[in-house]
């Protein structure tokens, strides 16, 4: 395994899916309803329509995961990392930056403290479950400290290195 490719590559990720997100949820927050706490759903006058959800999965399988899964897939093949479970360890290692940098970076630095009136669906304004210790204990450290690493980045981990095994075997 290549740890510094590993790293550097997690931080690309990172950087894809954290930017990503944050110019969708920046262009119009109500693309991102089912990532907001499900107080702020509820409490929203509109339901999210039928076409923003379809928009919603369609733009995180096709816009977000699936091309992270292939690049990271194909980066660990080109770097030289062979056999399942040390591709399944890069992958979750890579996962988990992307995990922490979405908790930084958007939960934290963008959501909370820089852009906080951007990012608040219409109709929601003054909502309490935007407010820091609200949206901290109620969403986004359930998410990240328990759903991303032991769910989300296990799957994707397994996912990805799947990816890369095929690659291997139709490069060989």
């Known amino acids: 395994m290549n740890w ?3 790293i550097l590559d997690g931080f690309a990720m990172a950087a894809y899916f954290n930017l990503f997100a944050a110019a969708v949820a920046l262009y119009n927050p109500r693309l991102m309803f089912p990532s907001y706490p499900p107080a702020i759903i509820r409490s929203a006058p509109e339901p999210p329509s039928k076409a923003e959800n379809r928009f919603y999965w369609l733009w995180i399988f096709f ?3 699936l091309p ?4 990271g897939a194909v980066s660990m093949v080109e770097g030289g990392t062979h056999g399942f479970w040390q591709m399944a360890l ?14 930084f970076f ?23 479950g935007y407010g820091f210790k609200v949206w901290m204990k109620s969403y986004a450290l359930p998410e990240h400290l328990l759903q991303w690493p032991l769910l989300l980045c296990p799957l994707m981990a397994a996912v990805q290195a799947g990816i890369g095994v095929l690659l291997m075997r139709l490069l060989i």
């Open 63 to 65: 816009g977000e995961l």
């Open 106 to 128: 958007l939960d934290i630095f963008l959501i909370q403290k820089r852009a906080k009136r951007r990012f608040v669906i219409p109709g929601t304004e003054g909502h309490p």
């Open 68 to 71: 992270l899964l292939l690049y």
């Open 4 to 6: 510094m490719r590993t």
């Open 90 to 103: 890069t992958g979750y290692i890579q996962w988990m930056m992307i995990n922490l940098c979405d908790l």
